[in-house]
């Protein structure tokens, strides 16, 4: 499976921002829909977090607390891409976004999807 991700630039707190990630690559009479996602990110110095994840039909999402009210993580299978749409950003929001696929979500958990495929990267630059 092969994840492109996009969408990412230089904002100014407050204001917004969409992600997309676009999927291709399974294997043949499967769907983007057998696959969970998720939106993950990567600060200078820092160590890749979970940001939000979405079940393979997306009828259940999950976030980290300090996104949730501001972030939200989408789907259209149709279109084989997931977006996480980035409301009031602030300045710790600045990092390189990833966007992650795998076959299972594992409800109830802290972190849902731990990804098997990943997509290459976006950077966030949000100014203050």
């Known amino acids: 499976v092969q994840l492109q991700a996009s969408g990412g630039g230089l904002v100014q707190a407050g204001e917004s921002l969409r992600l997309s990630c676009a999927a291709s690559g399974w294997p043949s009479g499967w769907t983007f829909s057998r696959y969970a996602a998720g939106w993950f990110r990567q600060a200078p110095g820092k160590e890749r977090e979970f940001v939000a994840a979405?079940?393979?039909?997306?009828?259940?999402?999950h976030y980290v607390d300090f996104v949730k009210g501001r972030f939200t993580i989408s789907r259209d299978n149709a279109r084989n891409t997931v977006f996480l749409q980035m409301n009031s950003v602030k300045a710790e929001d600045t990092a390189v976004y990833f966007c992650g696929a795998g076959l299972s979500y594992y409800t109830g958990t802290s972190q849902p999807v731990r990804p098997s495929y990943w997509g290459q990267g976006t950077q966030v630059t949000v100014s203050s």
């Open positions: 979405i079940t393979g039909n997306g009828a259940i999402t």
